[in-house]
Structures are given as C-alpha cells and as structure tokens.
C-alpha cells in the first residue's frame, strides 16, 4: 500500500493539508471549498445497475476497479463513494468495500464505522430530538401539537422494533407519553444534508430548515426554533470533512456521505465529488441500487443541486442477477436469462431517457456459461451499446482496462446527462414522469393520507420538488415480486413527507421501511473478532 500522504499529493495537496483520522486522511472544509470552486478538470462517470438480487451485483466493485483501469492508462482518476452503513454490514448486504483485487482500505474499518461520520450524523438527529422533546418536558412555549411531530431518532443498525414506539414514560415527573419512531441513520435527513451541505455555513442553514412540526394553533416549527441548529453542525464538524483513503493498488478514494439509494438520494457527498472533478480527469461515482434508484436520482436530484452533469455511465450486470429477474412460477430456467434480458433493456432505456452515454459492463462471477455471456453481448450490441466483460475481482486494474477504454471514448462522444422534470413542475407530475419513464409503468395511485400530506407541506410553503423517491430495490416498480420488466403496473403513494433542510420531497411507495429489519440468518452472526484483532467473516 502506498503512504497516504503520497495518495494526497496525486490531489495536490500537500502533508500539512490534511488531517490523520481513523485510518483516512481528512480534507478540511476551507481546502476542499477553495479547491472546488476552481474550474473543474474532470468528467464524472456515473455507475449504476440492473435490478439487483438482495445480495447486489458488484456495482462498488466495478467503480473500483474502473477507477484503477483508469489510473494504470495513465489518467488522474478518483472514486467516490458512499460509507457503508453498518445496517446492511451485519444484515444482508454485507460491506460495501469491493472485494477480491479491488477494494478500498482499509476494509475492515470502512465498514465498521470508519471516521465516525455516520455516528455524528445520529447524534446530531437525536441531540434534535433530545430538544424537542425537552421543550416538552418543561412545558416551553409554544406548545407543540403531538399529532404532528415529525422529527425522528436515528439508529445506524437495522432494527425493526423501533420503527413505531412510545417515549417519555419518565419516572420522574409526569409527563404525556407520546408516539414516535426510529430511522436507519443512512436515511435520515441529518445524513442527506451532510452528504448535499456546501460548506459549515450552508449545513448551518439547512439544519434550521429542517421541519419539526407544528404548534396548537397551526405554526410549523422548525430546527432554528429550537435554537439546534449551531450545536448539530458542532457535532459534524469533522463529519464534513471528506476522507481519503485508497484503493488496493493506491488509486485515490474519497469515502464520504452515506444516504441509502432506495429511502434517500444515494451517492457520495457534494464536497468528495466537487473536488474530485477539480483535481481529477475522471471522477468514478456510484449511485446506489439501480438506474430506476440512484442514477435517476443523481441526475434529477444531486446534479443540478451541485451544478454537474454525468459525461458517461457505466450500467453494471451480472447473468445471476439477469436470470433471478427472468424466474416464473413455475420455473423455466431455459427462458430465465432471455427474459431477464427484458431488465436490461428497460434500465438501458432509462440512461437514454437521462441522457447518460451508456456502458454495460458484466461483472464476471465465475458461475456464467460463455453461451450466456455471449448473448447479453449480442444483444447491447444490436442496441449500439458498449459492452465490456469487468474481470476487476479476479484482475484489479488490469481487468479493467477495457472498461476504462470503453468509457473514456463514450466520454469522448460529448453526451451530458439532464433532468427528465423542472424545478416548478408539481409532485403529481414529477412522480408521474418517473413512474412513466423510468419505471415503465402507468400511473400513481394516490393514498388520501399522502394526499393530505401533500396539502399539508403546501400551506406550509414547502415546494413540491425534486422528489426523492423511497421504494423497494428489488423490483423496477414498487413491488419487490414484480421482477423483469412489469408493465401496466401503478406505485401506490403511502406517504410523503419533506426533507427541507435536504431540499427535497421524499415519497414513499409501497411498503418501503426508513428503518430495515434485519433477515432471518444476519451477517452479524458470521462476523467475529480474532485474538489479534482481526475481524474475521466480513464480506
């Protein structure tokens, strides 16, 4: 491994311009802010996927690897992701670190809550709470209307007992109990404002924004109310900071920000890929799940918040997950890959539709016969889209030098990405757009509660958009059963609420959870810690 000191030099920032923390350098606020407002250097390449299997298809892999190929054909290259919330690192998912001969490292501490970031993120989100429900407690005017508080805890574990609970059965002097509830610290909107935040001033300004809930007679309430918002950003004052660490062959690797991609908007922070496109030639960025979740939402939501757009996209595959969206009742295994075929070629539809310049890219696992691969190769090609067989897991950089020459001449072609909806359109046409255009079905259906809600944030003066749409990965519609390419469907609407420090409307299809439970047979029950220290079983 190389020193990271040296990693930072290739970023152009010297020794004394960094902080050591945990295993990562971190990039002070003032330096990445007077780097990143400098015309930009790089092209941004935006990975994204098919409809995954719940175990994912090696989407962070593959923007690993490809960060190297990139880097070994003698380009500036830096990724960017996400930090991995340690929910799916002990539920199903696993780590979110690469693996095999591309990874990030240090892996172990990446996974296992790393520099601390999602850890102040749920302080400051609880440390909010805390005041409300203080301001309660004392009986501080104006008194808040119950029913309506909107403001969550949060919880960087997946824990289904928390989703709905009762708080404030204090012994020590009487108090109305009332309703409330936990969210995975990976969906709250502490994080979402972390991960979109311009700089300390800019985070102070949103975590006033965000709303609580309202008084007896009607007035919203929100952070700067409660004189929170000061405090919050104290609590995240390093969280902000992006980290720097490597990949497994020294290629630069900005690890910050943790929004999940199917409740929040999925993708690293703004201030990892701002500087990274100021000191970079090509900027990696993973957006999380599919194109219907993360890539849909970089390029509606994250890009023009940001000021960037996508120069080309990588479309990650695997004949596993192509099979699992083919499978019918009952089974038809010879049919299972054409079917699922029908999955690709709608996601294809949806970088088109984004304006995102596509690749395939089949992430090679060793359990697809040559047959199979060479028809997901015929048919990108009868579509006129590159298609690259990614051996990073067994090869590193140099199983993806393909994908990076691939890429590189996309990028070349000038395509940029654009939002499929405007900044004044309503949520009912927003959701509409998305629905039609990207998830191939007809229509919403709208929940008279979501509806009430919705009229609730307007007289609030809340805006209606962007929408940051919460719905199950699994499934391009709002269905996890639903698997290939459904049509005809319609996504039932079960709640809306507004993120406003975030700037963004969440909608909520379905049966999505803001805090996950975990499966039968977690991960966490595989991880284990040897007499030396090491962190046995975490994949």
């Known amino acids: ?25 971190k990039i002070p606020v003032g330096r990445v802010r007077s780097v ?8 941004l390449i935006l990975v994204t996927a098919t409809t995954p299997t719940p175990q994912g298809e090696g989407k962070t892999v593959t923007a690993i690897g490809l960060a190297m190929g990139l880097r070994a054909r003698g380009l500036a290259s830096v990724v960017c992701l996400r930090q ?78 928390l989703r709905r609970i009762e708080i404030g059965r204090s012994p020590a002097r009487p108090w109305s109990p009332r309703e409330s509830r936990f969210v995975i610290t990976a969906a709250s909107e502490v994080t979402a404002i972390l991960g979109l935040a311009r700089d300390y001033r800019d985070l102070k300004e949103r975590l006033g924004r965000v709303r609580i809930g309202h008084t007896i007679d009607g007035r919203l309430l929100r952070g700067h109310d409660f004189g929170a918002e000061g405090a919050m950003a104290a609590v995240l004052r390093r969280a902000m900071a992006p980290n720097l660490v490597q990949t497994s062959d020294g290629t630069p690797a900005l690890i910050h920000g943790g929004p999940f991609g199917n409740i929040a908007h999925g993708t690293a922070s703004r201030l990892a890929i701002e500087f990274a496109l100021a000191t970079a030639d090509f900027v990696v960025v993973e957006a999380g799940f599919a194109t219907d979740l993360g890539a849909e939402k970089f390029v509606d939501l994250v890009a023009p918040a940001i000021g960037v757009e996508v120069s080309a996209g990588v479309l990650v595959t695997t004949v596993r997950s192509l099979r699992h969206q083919g499978e019918t009742v009952p089974p038809d295994p010879a049919g299972e ?128 958009g962007p929408l940051c749409v919460a719905k199950t990965a699994l499934s391009l519609s709002a269905d996890a059963r639903l698997r290939g390419r459904p049509a005809g469907f319609e996504v039932p609407v079960r709640a809306v609420t507004r993120s406003a420090g975030a700037g963004f409307t969440v909608v909520h299809l379905g049966t999505i959870e803001t805090m996950p439970g975990l499966p039968k047979e977690p991960a966490a029950r595989q991880i284990d810690l040897a007499d030396d220290g090491t962190v046995l079983n975490l994949h």
């Not at 491994?1 to 350098?25: C, F, N």
């Not at 991995?84 to 892996?107: H, N, Y």
């Not at 001449?409 to 509409?432: C, F, K, M």
């Open 36 to 43: 990143a407002d400098r015309p930009r250097r790089g092209r």
């Open 337 to 464: 890959l054409s079917r699922g075929l029908d999955n690709l070629a709608q996601h294809l539809e949806n970088l088109a539709t984004l304006r995102v310049a596509a690749v395939v890219a089949l992430n090679r696992r060793g359990d697809e016969a040559p047959e199979e691969v060479d028809a997901v190769r015929r048919f990108c090609e009868a579509r006129g889209v590159p298609f690259v067989v990614s051996e990073v897991y067994r090869s590193g950089a140099e199983g993806a030098l393909d994908l990076a020459d691939a890429v590189r001449r996309r990028a070349d072609e000038g395509v940029r990405s654009r939002p499929i909806y405007g900044p004044g359109d309503s949520a009912e046409a927003i959701l509409d757009q998305i629905v039609r255009r990207i998830y191939g079905g007809k229509g919403a259906v709208w929940s008279e509660e979501a509806l009430a809600q919705l009229e609730r944030l307007r007289r609030d003066g809340e805006p209606d």
């Open 84 to 161: 991995p919330s340690m929910g799916p690192v002990f539920g199903v998912k696993g780590g979110a670190t690469g693996g095999g001969r591309a990874t990030v490292e240090p892996q172990a501490d990446i996974n296992l809550g790393f520099t601390g970031d999602l850890e102040a993120a749920g302080a400051a989100q609880n440390l909010l709470a805390a005041l409300v429900d203080n301001h309660r407690y004392h009986q501080t005017p104006p008194q808040l209307d119950d029913r309506t508080l909107e403001w969550p805890r949060a919880l960087d574990v997946e824990d289904r007992a």
């Open 1 to 25: 491994m190389r020193s990271l000191v040296e990693v930072a030099r290739d970023l152009g920032l010297g020794p004394d311009e960094t902080l050591p923390y945990a295993g990562a350098l």
